[in-house]
Structure formats: structure tokens, C-alpha cells
């Protein structure tokens, strides 16, 4: 069963960088768009950033200008480079893809079970 797996989480202090990264195990046939979400405790989950197969970008206001989301298609792998990180970025980050297992399967929403980041001094 394919599951996606993110890593790079931890904690920083304010100003500071880390790079998230997320790719599926499991045997796959394609992925489409892939995708950063988070969660900040007592709140909703919120979109943070999203790439085509082709490489176009869509970002939170939040986050334009600090955050890069990026992808390798030969590793099926997206990444998430975070700087000038604020306090208001802690929380649990989530990747997010559609995936087709299998050449006749339908695109299916895949979620990772996310990774906590920590932005404090």
C-alpha cells in the first residue's frame, strides 16, 4: 500500500531554515500535483504550497516570498524549503499528493502523516 513519508521536521529558532521533504514508498505509476499543508494546534488545516508535474507553483500568502516548494520527478520526491522561519510557522506539516498506482487506476488524494516543526527561541 502506498503511503507518503515526509521528514526534515524539527525545531529552530526564529529566522532560521529547514527543508521538509516527502516522497511515497510503495510501488507507484505517476504522481500529479504535489503539495504542503499544516496544522497549528486548535486550528484548521491550512494550504501552504502546491506543484504541477510540470513545475508551476502556487503559494499561501503567508508564506510567499520565504517558503520554496519544489519537486524531482526521477525520485518522486517534493521538498519544502522554509526560511526566515516566524513562530507563527509551528506546526504539524503535511504532504499531499495525487497518485496513480497503477496505469488504469484513478487519481487518488494521499496524505503523509506529517512532521512537527518548531519555530522558537
Known amino acids: 500500500q502506498v503511503q507518503l513519508v515526509e521528514s526534515g521536521g524539527g525545531l529552530v529558532q526564529p529566522g532560521g531554515s529547514l527543508r521538509l521533504s516527502c516522497a511515497p514508498s510503495?510501488?507507484?505509476?505517476?504522481?500529479?500535483?504535489m503539495g504542503w499543508y499544516r496544522q497549528a494546534p486548535g486550528k484548521q488545516r491550512e494550504f501552504v504550497a502546491s506543484i504541477t508535474r510540470g513545475g508551476s507553483t502556487n503559494y499561501a500568502d503567508s508564506v510567499k516570498g520565504r517558503f520554496i516548494i519544489s519537486r524531482d520527478n526521477g525520485k518522486n520526491t517534493v521538498y519544502l524549503q522554509m526560511n526566515s522561519l516566524k513562530t507563527e510557522d509551528t506546526a504539524v506539516y503535511y504532504c499531499n499528493a495525487f497518485i496513480r498506482v497503477t496505469v488504469v487506476a484513478a487519481n487518488v488524494d494521499y496524505w503523509g502523516r506529517g512532521t512537527q516543526v518548531t519555530v522558537s527561541s
Open positions: 510503495g510501488s507507484i505509476f505517476s504522481i500529479n500535483t
